[in-house]
């Protein structure tokens, strides 16, 4: 079966300091892959989705980016941190091109001080 | 922007039905309707997802009406553990149209 990996769970980090939060899949391939955010009280905001390794597309301009090294592998990052980055952050995938529902990991719960 | 509209909060007592409105009137014939729920804190589970028959889960089940401008979401039994913000997406099977989350329903199943 079909499992996503999302570390770390929980991250407090200062102003300006940098970001690497790291997204896996387990047991398919070729997996569409998405960032959100959601702030305090707030809905989902979609930040990055990737139909392939190396193929990010944006959906706000921001503070962050975003990779794809591996095929089941998602990467978000910063070099800088903004106290607006605050936020829990939640990585999803799903099966390339198909109706089949999207699937979403634990959380990044990422505080800036 | 979400297509769905949703009522903000529901209550329901504990043991009864909890009936999850939702309006989708401008979907298309390619798109399909999605629940999920999220608790606090936590990632958003995936509940139930139909095209245009009613479908029923171990969860749920999914009412949508017949000019598919409307569905419903249905817990046969809520308990307190079902107390989470649920969220209706309308999704397109073509490729490159992404989940939009609106702000959803927050249900309050009370003891």
């Known amino acids: 079966s079909q499992t996503i990996h999302q570390w770390p769970a929980t991250l407090v980090q200062p102003v300006g300091s940098p970001l690497s939060l790291e997204c896996t899949v387990e047991?398919?391939?070729?997996?569409?892959l998405y960032w959100y955010r959601q702030a305090a009280g707030r809905g989902l905001q979609l930040l990055f989705y990737?139909?392939?390794?190396?193929?990010i597309s944006s959906e706000v301009p921001q503070n962050l980016s975003a990779s794809r090294p591996q095929d089941r592998q998602f990467i978000l990052s910063s070099k800088k941190l903004l106290l607006s980055d605050s936020g829990f952050y939640l990585c999803?995938?799903?099966?390339?091109?198909?109706?089949?529902?999207?699937?979403f990991g634990d959380g990044t719960r990422l505080s800036i001080l | 922007d979400a297509k769905t509209t949703q009522p903000p909060s529901m209550d329901c007592a504990e043991g009864r039905a909890a009936n999850l409105p939702c309006n989708h009137s401008?979907?298309?014939?390619?798109?399909?309707v999605y629940w999920y729920r999220q608790i606090h804190s936590q990632g958003p589970q995936y509940i139930i997802h139909?095209?245009?028959n009613n479908e029923t889960n171990e969860m749920a089940s999914l009412i949508i009406t017949e000019d598919r401008k409307s569905s419903t979401l249905i817990l046969p039994h809520a308990t307190l553990r079902d107390t989470a913000v649920y969220y209706c997406?309308?999704?397109?099977?073509?490729?490159?149209?992404?989940?939009?989350f609106g702000p959803g329903t927050r249900l309050s199943v009370l003891p």
């Open positions: 139909g095209l245009k």
């Open positions: 401008t979907i298309s014939g390619n798109e399909y």
């Open positions: 997406i309308v999704r397109d099977l073509n490729y490159g149209q992404n989940f939009v």
């Open positions: 999803a995938w799903t099966p390339g091109n198909s109706n089949q529902p999207q699937h």
């Open positions: 047991g398919t391939s070729n997996p569409n």
């Open positions: 990737s139909v392939g390794i190396g193929q």
